[in-house]
């Protein structure tokens, strides 16, 4: 999506050589990382009525090279990316200056700029108050582009799914049967979780997600 001589030409050497570490220090760690798939499961399952309903283009994007690289949604209908930062820890602020979140997000932006696309930037915390201090905190060089949200760290997907009503809700949508029962929802939201866990992340759109889901599961995946 991007490439070493755009970043090198807007932000120079040193900014290229720590996205390209930021990056194979996220690759190799992305394989344990259970928060963040938790995550983009359920960001593709609250994107599914669009893909089925209205033919929404959109695609999941996970550790390229850039600035904000946890989870990228590019929605092709409207020619424009989510980024999602994401992080499981209470010891975590805005910072200010070079590898700061609140650099990354600036630079993640004006990259996107330069190629013409709209895009938010969305820093995911798993602690609500926390959530509340950095929305209160945000820096105001980046709040028109900028926002933090909250998403549970459980240690299961059946735990998140019940701490999450929309959630559940957009599981609900996706089961083949008219009113599933919680093991129904739990089956579906694995076969999410398994197709986007188990695919290299670099380029998979929301309807080859679902379409993987349905061949792997068709009698509890609606079609």
Known sequence: MYSDEQIRQLFGDE??????????????????????????????????????????????????????????????????LQHNQLKNSSNISWGSGFKSISDDFKKQTVLNQSRGKDSEMVLVVSDRQLQQRLTASCPADIQAFSKVAYFPHKATLTQVIDAVPKFAKAIRYLCAFEDPAPDKIECVAKVLLGVWAADTKANLSVMDILTKAQDSSPSFIRS
């Open 15 to 80: 900014s290229l050589t720590y996205v390209k570490n930021k990056h194979r220090g996220g690759a190799s760690n992305e394989k344990g990382n259970t928060y963040e798939n938790f995550y983009a499961t359920y960001k593709i399952a609250l994107l599914s009525a669009a893909v089925i309903e209205k033919q929404a283009d959109i695609t999941f994007y996970s550790q390229i090279l850039s600035f904000v690289d946890d989870l990228i949604i590019f929605n092709g209908t409207k020619d424009s």
